[in-house]
């Protein structure tokens, strides 16, 4: 088991130019392919994210966006068990847990629980032994989760997807 924070790393957005659905790398010169390489390799990974101003921060959804590079057999995210983490102080909390939970089942992900807690500074987790228990809790989902080695069956592969009227 590994944290990797991004805080402090050099994550550059997406600038939509799509070359990656071809090459499945990104030209952009940043720090995410060291993360792209720790969450190919992972079996199992923990989203999380504080909520600021309505929803996740901008550097967990360049995180969810650069993630589109990650296309092509052998490198992409497809059948991992993610859960998700996150905190805030008042509002955005549903939405960021909808917007990670549209994430994980657009990128052919196996989705374990989500842990959501509100709270003002990171030291109030401290006095929520119930939350904690669930953290606890969500590990051993993930790892039981990944015993069951899930795959989507091949039939069912999806690409980056627009699906509605438009999709031809």
Known sequence: MELYSIAGKNLQPCDGCWGCMKTGKCHIKD???ALFDKMIAADGIILGTPVYFWGMT????????RTISLNQPGRNLNNKVVGVVAS???LGMVSALKDFSYYIVQRRMLPANQVSAYLREP??????PKCLEELNKLGRQM??????NFKYPEEFARGPGAFGTHTK
């Open 31 to 33: 720090d995410m392919p």
């Open 58 to 65: 901008a550097q967990a959804k360049t995180v969810i966006d």
């Open 88 to 90: 805030c102080g008042s």
């Open 123 to 128: 030291a109030d987790l401290k006095n929520m």
């Open 143 to 148: 790892a039981a989760l990944v015993k069951l």
